[in-house]
T-cell receptor
Framework: QKEVEQNSGPLSVPEGAIASLNCTYS??????FFWYRQYSGKSPELIMS????GDKEDGRFTAQLNKASQYVSLLIRDSQPSDSATYLC????????????FGKGTTLSVSS | NAGVTQTPKFQVLKTGQSMTLQCAQD?????MYWYRQDPGMGLRLIYY???????DKGEVPNGYNVSRLNKREFSLRLESAAPSQTSVYFC?????????FGPGTRLTVL
């Protein structure tokens, strides 16, 4: 049973719109939550981390965490074609020490 | 700082051959990891090492062995490669919850 679930997409939004990416996780003991961006043929890069309930904003990115619902989301405001990539949700679990467990990723396409 | 480096970048093996994927980090991180990434499957944890001298199995450890040679280096060995091990392999290291990935090794097993 996959512990982190994401819609695979593709999610298509026009340039300038808000892109909303969602993720659910199964381990209630998870403490740390991350969003990674991965361009085709490249390695994942960290864009946001969140550890407590609520919103965390960084530039055009906002991460939202609801531990009661076991739900994490990423909002990208003013989406740009350069945001087109696969976005990976990752969480830490009690079963794997500090290792991250990843969802399968959501592919975002921003059209100009 | 080079960050996390991996060698080789590409490799083609025949079924049954063995090989070792090398990984090194220069960030003085305690924790290191090996993931594989397959189309439609996302990143899956193979093995991890919380500190020098310790290793633990992840989600998909079968067919692999690892060695944490020292704090910098964490190698992944395929003793008898199978076509199902065709994948992109990422090494990573972390400190304080932030995980940094190497550039990946694209492995094909024929």
């Amino acid at each position: 049973q996959k512990e982190v679930e994401q819609n695979s997409g593709p999610l298509s939004v026009p340039e300038g719109a808000i892109a909303s990416l969602n993720c659910t996780y199964s381990d209630r003991g998870s403490q740390s939550f991350f969003w990674y961006r991965q361009y085709s043929g490249k390695s994942p890069e960290l864009i946001m981390s969140i550890y407590s309930n609520g919103d965390k904003e960084d530039g055009r990115f906002t991460a939202q965490l609801n531990k009661a619902s076991q739900y994490v989301s990423l909002l990208i405001r003013d989406s740009q074609p350069s945001d087109s990539a696969t976005y990976l949700c990752a969480v830490t679990t009690n079963q794997a020490g500090t290792a991250l467990i990843f969802g399968k990723g959501t592919t975002l396409s921003v059209s100009s | 700082n080079a960050g996390v480096t991996q060698t080789p970048k590409f490799q083609v093996l025949k079924t049954g051959q063995s090989m070792t994927l090398q990984c090194a980090q220069d960030m003085n991180h305690n924790s290191m990891y090996w993931y594989r990434q397959d189309p439609g499957m996302g990143l899956r944890l193979i093995y991890y090492s919380a500190s020098e001298g310790t290793t633990d199995k992840g989600e998909v450890p079968n067919g692999y062995n690892v060695s944490r040679l020292n704090k910098r280096e964490f190698s992944l060995r395929l003793e008898s490669a199978a076509p199902s091990q065709t994948s992109v392999y990422f090494c990573a290291s972390s400190e304080g919850g932030r995980v940094f990935f190497g550039p990946g090794t694209r492995l094909t097993v024929l």
